[in-house]
């Protein structure tokens, strides 16, 4: 089974372009910054992965999704390979999205994005690149409504 769930924050906005003909096709790419369980010294340290998504779910990252914002994506690891203008091959890892979501409110992604320095992900080779909600993007909840919920 190829499965990977992770949670991390956007280090830039999505990078997203279309394929050519008729039935255009979005495609999304952004690197997520997943903290490590473990810190090194006391320093908070992150593994920076490549994530890209196609279609609907990847016109919803560039409709929605900015550098900082935490998400939450499913989704399987996909390996390849190509050749680079050097004439070196170039080794490539990266998730490819099914499912995403948010992690947080607006609110809160806007606050740690006014009092965290921002993510900087070490150089790396990439592939080439072929509702009824309220304003935040969550729903609602009115007051009182704990009292009515049965396992309270």
């Known amino acids: 089974m190829n499965k990977v769930i992770?949670?991390?924050r956007l280090t830039r906005d999505p990078e997203v372009r279309y394929s050519?003909?008729?039935n255009a096709l979005a495609i999304a790419r952004y690197t997520l910054a997943v903290d490590r369980r473990f810190r090194r010294d006391g320093e908070a340290t992150a593994d920076f992965i490549n994530c890209?998504?196609?279609g609907r779910t990847a016109e919803f990252a560039e409709k929605y999704f900015h550098q900082g914002i935490r998400i939450v994506i499913s989704g399987r690891i996909q390996t390849g390979s190509y050749t680079n203008r050097e004439g070196q091959k170039v080794y490539t890892t990266e998730v490819v999205v099914?499912?995403?979501e948010f992690a947080e409110s607006k609110a809160a992604s806007n606050q740690y994005a006014a009092s965290a320095p921002?993510?900087?992900p070490a150089p790396q080779a990439s592939a080439p690149t072929p509702s009824a909600a309220s304003a935040d993007g969550f729903m609602n909840i009115p007051d009182g409504i704990d009292e009515e919920l049965p396992f309270n």
């Open 118 to 120: 921002a993510y900087s």
């Open 6 to 8: 992770l949670m991390g």
């Open 52 to 54: 890209v998504s196609f």
């Open 20 to 22: 050519a003909g008729e």
């Open 98 to 100: 099914e499912e995403q």
